[in-house]
Every structure is written in structure tokens, then in C-alpha cells.
């Protein structure tokens, strides 16, 4: 099953606000990226949420969304990032 | 499922402590191209390098944005010139043209260097070899991104003395077709014992014989890594702190190794190995000097610093060789001086000399690396540093490599200034008594002795 998946990390870090959640997941919906998993905390006054979603459904390729989710962070106000999961799986995982 | 805290370790290595991909290499064999006909060679290489690397720089740069990863330099090694050379070229000028082309296939495909302008002598020379070695300061001088690596000897043939001969005049040569800018050509160029055939790292990368037709072989780096683990076990014992050099190394090398397997699978060329060099750069933080003030010196240099350096480089190869199924190359800590903040800092405060350096270099790979000396340095003492280098190499089965820039018009006191990576220098002074009878001689060390080892 998990093979079938296209699993990517999106990490949103920055000054906290109504809404991030609510944008990020409006874009995702929109573009057929289905969310697997939220994780959210504050660190000294800082928004810092890390998402782990299914590509697989996406209508335009990673690079696209990419940088999408890039250019709505700076809307935002916040840093938005988007990494294949292995990168995280090698490095804490043996 | 991974969790919120390890994504945050992973970016915060990327973003603020340089963890990056020092290089995706690609190797390429050129041992089909050879032909007796000049232009026909030459024409064959171009094409070779051009077709099997013409996407390297666009999958180098996917795999960036796949991944948020910095992978700083896409390059390639080739079979060593001499040998692809030798039956076209008749004198060093034909060597040029060769040299020349590389150039152009390197500008073609949009990498930053090609290595593999080399040759192998490490028992003796060719009129072939000779030929691409006398051709090797012109050739740096008119190309841009064409390494040159000279291997002279090894543990099992011995040190081609002849050739340390001619590397130190070779060495000067080189320095002054390049005196207009700092004697740079000399940064391009390698002299070894026991040269790697899988090295990823230039300027001494060249793709070995033994390998295939093409393999993606990839160099870490993320000094600055290390030193932020550290900062955290000041004062703990040195099996907490090997432990700690150790998990991450693990990690470092895991990149690179996920890295590798991408860049294999997306250009269709089979991975060779992973290079676990500590590779520094002169930004602020991504230097291995100020990962042995982490250990507890002053300064780079200071008494304990080849013990320092000994544990550091032992235990990124236990971490690294767990990480990555296929580990060749250099791997080790490198210890370049201008290419390392922390070591040029050294250097200026007088903690770090030539000999000190030389003597760390048996312990670590890779040997006296980004030296600048005196542009007055005698030909016959480059040849003299070059041969000490060899001879440590040789005895302790290890590689051990010479990139010294005599710069031309410049003295002890004053700075050289590379640019980039390759960063800036102190001149440093060099003994000054001869050794001209010794390098006179001419003929063979021979191979040392492999048993009775004290």
C-alpha cells in the first residue's frame, strides 16, 4: 500500500497567524493532494507545522507545487517548504 | 512516521550548519575513443562526454529542488589522457588540443570541472606520459575547467622518482603561465601516491580503468554539522564524543548515498561509491579546523592536533561506512588550507606550519592541499616537499596527495586570492635549506617492505 503513494514533507515555519492552516490546506484540496498527517507546535512565538501528504493524486508535477506553495508562503508571511519523505527516512532511520 | 522534531534536525543542518552535496561526479570512460588520428580522437571525446553527460546538470538540479538539498557542483572524470592520448599524440602541443576539447565538452554539458587530464607513473613514465606531463602548464593555463592529476607512486611499485623530478619544475612551470592570476593553474593540479580510481573530489578526480563505462560516484561534505553536534558534548569524554562524530557522519552520508541512488536511477548510469570526505569551504562554519577546536585546541595546529584529527577521521568512516553500501574515494577528513577559514586563521596566528600540516596528513586523507608558498620556492624543493608526501603515502598504504601553489611574485607575509571555493591563502614559508643532490638522482624508491611493520 505505501509504495503506491508519493509521500512528500511540507513544512510551513514562521511568525504565527489566522489562517495558515486553513490556506496550506485550501491549496492542497485544490490541487488533489491528499493529507496524511499534520504535526504542529509553537517554538518561542514561531508557527512551525510539518505535513505529511500523498502526491500522487496531484495534477501538476512536484516542482510546480513546489514553488506554488513557495509563493503562497511569502503571501502568508511564512516559509513554506516541500521535500520528498526519503530525505527525512535516510537520515533518521536505519 | 517521521516526526516534526527529526524534519526539523534534517532542515536545520541544511539551512544554517551547510550540510550540502559537496558533488554529483559523474565518471566517464574514454578508452573507446582512442584513435591515431588527432582530430578523429579528439572529435570521439566530445561527442562520448557530451552524450552520456548531457543531463547531468538538469538531474542534479531536480533532484535539489526534490529534496531541498544544496548539491553544490556537478562534474565529470575521465579515463586518465595519457592512456586515451597516446597513440594520437606525438608531442605535448598534440596533448593540448586534447585538453582543449575537454574544455569545450565541459562548457557544452555545463559542469564546472572535468578531472581525469592525467596521467599514471608511478613506476615509470611513456614517451606518451612524459608528453602529457611536459604539456600539463600550458594546458592549465589555456583551459578553464580542466584538472590535471599526475600519480607517482605507490605501495605496491614504489615512488617514480624521475617523475617527482619533473613534477616540481612541472609545478613552477605551471605557476608562472598563470602568475596573472595568482598562479591559479597550480589549484588544478595534483600530484599523488595511490591514487583512488573512483575519486569524486577534484582537482584529482579521474575515472580509473577498472571502472565501467560511465558511474555516478558522489562526495559529501557538512563539517559544519559535526562542529554543531559537538558544541553540544563539550566536555564529555572522548567515547562520547567519537559516538557523536559518528551518528553523524551516519547522517550526512545517508544523503549523499540517497542522492547517489537518485542520480543513478534518473540518468540510467549505474552508482559507484560515496566519498565520505569532511570537505570544508572558506564560509564561516563549514570548516574542519574549527571542528578540532571543537575537540579542545586552540587553534588548528596546536599540540594534539594529529590525535585530534586521527579520532575525527576514524570515526566518520565507522559512521559512514554504515550509511552507504559502496564507500570509495578519498574519504577521510581533507584539510586544505585555503579552502578552510579555520585553517587559513591558523596559519596567520602561527599555530599551523607546513610541517605540522605534514605530519597530520598521515593521519587523514588527503595530504598538503591548497598550500600557497613562495613564488622563489626551487623547482627541486617542490620536488623534495613532493617526495615526503609520497613517501608517507607509500609506507603507511594510504593516499596521500600534493596541491602546493608557489605563487608567482608573492612572499611569506602576503595573501593569495582564489575566489569561490577555492578561497584565499597566507604564503607559507618553506624550509629553506636545499635537497637538490637528492632529487638529482633520478631512478626509483623502491616499494617498501609489507611485513615486519614497526
Known amino acids: ?94 | 512516521m517521521i516526526n516534526i522534531w527529526e524534519v526539523n534536525e534534517t532542515n536545520k543542518m541544511i539551512e544554517q550548519e551547510n550540510l550540502d552535496v559537496r558533488t554529483i561526479t559523474l565518471g566517464i570512460s574514454l578508452l573507446d575513443c582512442i584513435d591515431a588520428d588527432l582530430p578523429k580522437l579528439n572529435d570521439n571525446i566530445y561527442r562520448k562526454i557530451t552524450g552520456v553527460a548531457a543531463d547531468l546538470v538538469k538531474v542534479g538540479d531536480e533532484i535539489e529542488r526534490n529534496y531541498c538539498i544544496p548539491i553544490v557542483n556537478k562534474r565529470i572524470s575521465v579515463t586518465p589522457i595519457a592512456l586515451v592520448g597516446q597513440a594520437a599524440c606525438r608531442t605535448p602541443e598534440d596533448f593540448v588540443s586534447v585538453a582543449r576539447t575537454l574544455d569545450r565538452a565541459a562548457k557544452a554539458v555545463g559542469v564546472n570541472f572535468i578531472g581525469g587530464y592525467s596521467a599514471l607513473v608511478s613506476k615509470g613514465m611513456t614517451a606518451g606520459d612524459e608528453n602529457l606531463i611536459r604539456s600539463i602548464p600550458q594546458a592549465l593555463a589555456e583551459t578553464e575547467r580542466v584538472c590535471s592529476s599526475v600519480n607517482v607512486g605507490s605501495t605496491k611499485t614504489g615512488i617514480d622518482m624521475d617523475a617527482v623530478k619533473l613534477m616540481g619544475e612541472i609545478i613552477r612551470e605551471t605557476a608562472e603561465r598563470t602568475k596573472e592570476n595568482d598562479s591559479l593553474g597550480c589549484a588544478k593540479l595534483v600530484v599523488f601516491c595511490n591514487a583512488p580510481d573512483d575519486n569524486p573530489f577534484m582537482a584529482g578526480a579521474f575515472h580509473g580503468v577498472t571502472e565501467a563505462d560511465a558511474v555516478v560516484n558522489v562526495g559529501v561534505s557538512g563539517p559544519g554539522v559535526v562542529k554543531k553536534a559537538l558544541e553540544e558534548v563539550r566536555g564529555a569524554d572522548f567515547g562520547e564524543l567519537c559516538e557523536t562524530i559518528k551518528r553523524t557522519a551516519f547522517k550526512i552520508t545517508r544523503v549523499g548515498q540517497l542522492v547517489a541512488q537518485e542520480a543513478s536511477r534518473r540518468l540510467g548510469i549505474p552508482f559507484g561509491i560515496i566519498d565520505l570526505s569532511l570537505a570544508p569551504t572558506p564560509a564561516v562554519g563549514d570548516s574542519v579546523a574549527e571542528i578540532l577546536e571543537e575537540i579542545g585546541l586552540e587553534r588548528a595546529g596546536a599540540p594534539g592536533t594529529t590525535a585530534a584529527l586521527a579520532l575525527l577521521n576514524d570515526q566518520v568512516k565507522k559512521g559512514g561506512i554504515m550509511a552507504s553500501s559502496y564507500v570509495g574515494g578519498l574519504s577521510g577528513a581533507f584539510i586544505p588550507v585555503s579552502e578552510d577559514q579555520g585553517m587559513i586563521d591558523a596559519v596567520e596566528a602561527g599555530a599551523l606550519t607546513l610541517e605540522k600540516l605534514e605530519a597530520m596528513t598521515c593521519v587523514c586523507s588527503v595530504g598538503l592541499d591548497m598550500i600557497a608558498i613562495p613564488g622563489d620556492a626551487a623547482p627541486s624543493t617542490i620536488s623534495g616537499i613532493l617526495a615526503d608526501e609520497m613517501a608517507i603515502g607509500m609506507v603507511n598504504q594510504k593516499t596521500t596527495a600534493v596541491r602546493l601553489i608557489p605563487v608567482i611574485g608573492k612572499d611569506v607575509g602576503e595573501t593569495v586570492e582564489f575566489g569561490g571555493l577555492l578561497g584565499h591563502a597566507p604564503v607559507m614559508p618553506v624550509n629553506r635549506f636545499g635537497c637538490e643532490a637528492f632529487v638529482r638522482r633520478g631512478g626509483r624508491i623502491p616499494a617498501p617492505i609489507h611485513s615486519f611493520k614497526n
Open chain 1, 1 to 94: 500500500m505505501e509504495k503506491t503513494m508519493d509521500r512528500t514533507i511540507i513544512t510551513v515555519v514562521g511568525k504565527d497567524a489566522v489562517g495558515i492552516i486553513a490556506r496550506v490546506c485550501a491549496y492542497l484540496a485544490d490541487e488533489g493532494i491528499n493529507v496524511l498527517d499534520i504535526s504542529q507546535t509553537i517554538v518561542q512565538g514561531f508557527f512551525n507545522m510539518m505535513m505529511v501528504v500523498d502526491m500522487k493524486g496531484a495534477g501538476k508535477p512536484f516542482g510546480e507545487c513546489a514553488k506554488e506553495l513557495e509563493k503562497l508562503g511569502e503571501e502568508i508571511g511564512v516559509a513554506i517548504k516541500c521535500q520528498r519523505e526519503e530525505i527525512f527516512n535516510k537520515m533518521h532511520r536505519v
